[in-house]
Every structure is written in structure tokens, then in C-alpha cells.
């Protein structure tokens, strides 16, 4: 007679496979994160939105142009990185004090993040950091625009769930154009610096 296999045995696969997307996420994000900045057409980055701050107040790309602009994606469930990266941000216009510029985050999750819960969720950052949210139509038109790739996790046993997301720091001129992905992974000073030149 053939033994039991152990129970963790039998979900030894299902681990393997959730390992395995998991990393095809992260080797996609990876993947263009290191195609964006040497984009040929930078035209394909960027466009059109309409979206909503926490006074109800519509923005648009229309309403940004004349100052150069930071863009993010991500949402307000995030465990780490988008905190962590919205703390570097903030740390970089604060280094630019009143020359300092706009720096959109534009939530992914627009389910449970409404316009009001990402005003709450900024005002633990820099001032001129801008929570936008929207209808899930409009928050997909805004993704499909910066080419970002965002997907809903598995839902637990509470109803809660993360996303998958892409996590990139889009910088655009005065125009509303793609100018790079903006490298944080150096001394604020330096990044306030390469941004006040775009003034």
C-alpha cells in the first residue's frame, strides 16, 4: 500500500508556481524599467488624464503644463515600497525648497483608494506631493498612458488584497513630456539639482 504523501508535499507545486509568477511580475517591472529611460520615442510615455484630488478638484495634464512634473504609481495599501519611495521624493523637493515641483501619485488601486483617502495618505509627505485618484476607466487610461503595469493580488481571507505594480518615478518637462525615469538611488541633493534644471 502506497504511504500518505505529507500535506506539505502536495502544496509544494502550488508554492513553486506562485514563486514563479511572482518573479515573471518583478522580471517584467525590471524589464522596463531599464527600457524606459532609452526610450526612442518618448512621445509613447505620458498623455491625456483627468483625475481627482482630495478638494475635488480635477487634474489634468492640461492643468500641469508650464512646470515640469514627477508622476507615480501606486496605492495606499502598500507595504513598503511605495512609502519608500514617496519618502525619497519627498526628501528630493524638499531639498528644492520654493523652487520644488509637483509630484503627482496616482493610485493603482482606485477600489478602495478615493480621492479623499489619498489626500489622507500624502499629507504624510511633502506638500507638493498631489494624491489623484479617479474612476477605475480613468485610472486604466492614465496606467495604459505611462505604460504601467499594475494587477490586482489574489484575495484573502479578511478581503484584503495587494497589487502588483510597476515602480517608476516619471519625470516630465514643461510640455507634459516623457524626459526619464528619475534615478533616486543617489543623494537628494543631486536628484533637486538635475530637477531645477528642468525649471
Given at each position: 500500500?502506497r504511504?500518505?504523501?505529507?500535506?506539505?508535499?502536495?502544496?509544494?507545486?502550488?508554492?513553486?508556481?506562485?514563486?514563479?509568477?511572482a518573479?515573471?511580475?518583478f522580471?517584467?517591472?525590471?524589464?522596463?524599467?531599464?527600457?524606459?529611460?532609452?526610450?526612442?520615442?518618448?512621445?509613447?510615455?505620458?498623455?491625456?488624464f483627468?483625475?481627482q484630488?482630495?478638494?475635488?478638484k480635477?487634474?489634468?495634464?492640461?492643468?500641469?503644463?508650464g512646470?515640469?512634473?514627477?508622476?507615480?504609481?501606486?496605492?495606499t495599501?502598500c507595504?513598503?515600497v511605495?512609502?519608500?519611495?514617496?519618502?525619497?521624493?519627498?526628501?528630493v523637493?524638499?531639498k528644492?525648497?520654493?523652487?520644488?515641483?509637483?509630484?503627482?501619485?496616482?493610485?493603482?488601486?482606485?477600489?478602495?483608494?478615493?480621492?479623499?483617502?489619498?489626500?489622507?495618505?500624502?499629507?504624510?509627505?511633502?506638500?507638493?506631493?498631489i494624491g489623484?485618484?479617479?474612476?477605475?476607466?480613468?485610472?486604466?487610461?492614465?496606467e495604459?498612458?505611462?505604460?504601467?503595469?499594475?494587477?490586482?493580488?489574489?484575495?484573502?481571507?479578511d478581503?484584503?488584497?495587494?497589487?502588483?505594480?510597476?515602480?517608476i518615478?516619471?519625470?516630465m518637462n514643461?510640455?507634459?513630456?516623457?524626459?526619464?525615469?528619475?534615478?533616486?538611488?543617489r543623494?537628494?541633493?543631486?536628484?533637486?539639482?538635475?530637477?531645477?534644471?528642468?525649471?
Amino acid at each position: 500500500m502506497r504511504p500518505t504523501e505529507p500535506e506539505n508535499a502536495r502544496a509544494f507545486p502550488i508554492r513553486i508556481a506562485a514563486t514563479m509568477a511572482a518573479i515573471a511580475v518583478f522580471a517584467i517591472a525590471a524589464a522596463w524599467l531599464a527600457w524606459a529611460p532609452q526610450a526612442s520615442n518618448r512621445s509613447l510615455i505620458g498623455g491625456p488624464f483627468a483625475l481627482q484630488d482630495g478638494a475635488g478638484k480635477t487634474i489634468t495634464e492640461e492643468s500641469l503644463r508650464g512646470r515640469p512634473f514627477l508622476v507615480y504609481f501606486g496605492y495606499t495599501h502598500c507595504p513598503d515600497v511605495c512609502p519608500t519611495e514617496l519618502a525619497a521624493i519627498s526628501d528630493v523637493l524638499a531639498k528644492m525648497g520654493d523652487k520644488a515641483i509637483p509630484a503627482l501619485f496616482i493610485t493603482v488601486d482606485p477600489e478602495r483608494d478615493t480621492p479623499k483617502v489619498m489626500q489622507d495618505y500624502v499629507s504624510s509627505f511633502d506638500p507638493h506631493v498631489i494624491g489623484l485618484s479617479g474612476s477605475p476607466q480613468a485610472i486604466s487610461a492614465a496606467e495604459k498612458g505611462y505604460r504601467v503595469f499594475a494587477r490586482k493580488g489574489e484575495l484573502q481571507s479578511d478581503g484584503g488584497y495587494s497589487m502588483d505594480h510597476s515602480s517608476i518615478v516619471y519625470l516630465m518637462n514643461k510640455s507634459g513630456g516623457f524626459v526619464e525615469a528619475l534615478n533616486l538611488e543617489r543623494p537628494p541633493e543631486e536628484a533637486a539639482k538635475e530637477l531645477e534644471s528642468y525649471r
